[in-house]
């Protein structure tokens, strides 16, 4: 879907991406940029959407040491 942008920089959202988004008049909207370049519009509702593996970031533990894991890879536990 394209769309033009006007002399004020001013762009029309395709009226099927405010349907998916459910953007209605009044409702505020973010641009984010992404690493390879894409801008993703993404409609602000007070909570910003997280991909999953963004939710995942940090969560890991301590592990195991690499001597555990050599451990179990030979199968000494």
Known sequence: M???VTSKGQVTIPKPVRERLGIQPGNAVDFELAADGRVVLVKVD???HVSRFEAMR???GAGLS???IMA???GER
Request: net charge positive; glycine share 14%; charged share 35%.
């Open 2 to 4: 394209a769309t033009t």
């Open 46 to 48: 007070g909570q910003r």
């Open 58 to 60: 940090g969560r890991a």
């Open 66 to 68: 690499t001597d555990e």
């Open 72 to 74: 179990l890879t030979r």
